[in-house]
């Protein structure tokens, strides 16, 4: 007979099950910095719908011009066309041991498709709401400037690089800003988070899988709990 504990063999049973780390907050909020460290760290790859679209942008075509303008505007893109990009991301090997999600799902229809592949991928949902104050977002999503080679996350107000608005990586690499950074369109893209994300904490709360991280903390500080999470689920 085994000698375990029923709620070790609980323990050891949810730890075999891959993880999608769902990191939900608002604009600013510090999705983006923490979904780095925790690839960095814990080596399961970030999927951000942002940069995807940022990236497809670049190119040349009808779509990557109707993405960039919706981008840019602070509006949300067609659920069909993220929804889409999401499902072959996330089928690729190296998210087979799980993944973070930064910035989806942003939409019920987008969390209702999560639940499928999840299903599909056989893995389990984690959902992390880094809670920031509204007086706060504004200051984070304007002041925040980045690498275009290594795409390290800076703020000019509370995360500064050394040098002057330099990538402390890339010396002589001047740091970006977006341009869905200026506070007409943070206005906007807030707004947005309201009326059609913030809805979904509810859903991921009701189904108990969603745990609140204070987003105020130092990053090494919310890295430190979100970490301990993770560990409780299982990784
Ligand atoms: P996206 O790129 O996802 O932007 P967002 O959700 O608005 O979030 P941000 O990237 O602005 O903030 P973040 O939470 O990642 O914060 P960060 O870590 O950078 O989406 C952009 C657009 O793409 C959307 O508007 C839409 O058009 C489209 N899109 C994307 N996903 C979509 C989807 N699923 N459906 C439809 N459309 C979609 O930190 C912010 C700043 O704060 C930085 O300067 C950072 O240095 C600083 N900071 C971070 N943590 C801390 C801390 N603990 N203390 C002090 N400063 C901190
Ligand atoms: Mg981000």
Request: hydrophobic share 35%; aromatic share 6%; proline share 6%.
């Amino acid at each position: 007979m085994s000698s375990e504990s029923p709620r070790s063999k609980i323990q050891n049973q949810k730890s075999k099950i891959p993880k999608i780390i769902v990191l939900i907050g608002a604009p600013g909020a510090g999705k983006g910095t923490q979904a780095r460290l925790i690839q960095e760290r814990l080596h399961l790859p970030q999927i951000s719908t942002g940069d995807m679209f940022r990236a497809l942008a670049l190119s040349d075509s009808l779509l990557s011009r109707e993405v960039k303008e919706l981008q840019d505007a602070g509006k949300l893109i067609p659920d069909d066309l993220v929804i889409r990009i999401v499902a072959e991301r996330t089928s690729l090997p190296d998210c087979d041991a799980g993944y973070v999600l930064d910035g989806f799902p942003r939409t019920p229809a987008q969390a209702a498709t999560l639940e499928g592949l999840a299903n599909e991928q056989g893995k389990t949902i984690v959902a992390i709401f880094v809670d920031v104050p509204l007086e706060l977002l504004k200051k984070r999503a304007v002041g925040r400037r980045q690498c275009p080679i290594c795409h390290e996350i800076y703020n000019i107000y509370f995360l500064p690089p050394a040098f002057d608005e330099v990538c402390d990586r890339h010396p002589g690499v001047k740091l970006e800003q977006r341009a869905d950074d200026t506070s007409e369109k943070v206005g906007v893209r807030l707004k947005t988070y309201e009326e059609q994300t913030r809805p979904l904490l509810g859903y991921y709360r009701d189904s108990h899988r969603l745990t609140r991280v204070d987003g105020t903390q130092t990053p090494e500080a919310i890295y430190t709990q979100i970490q301990k999470i993770i560990a409780a689920n299982g990784k």
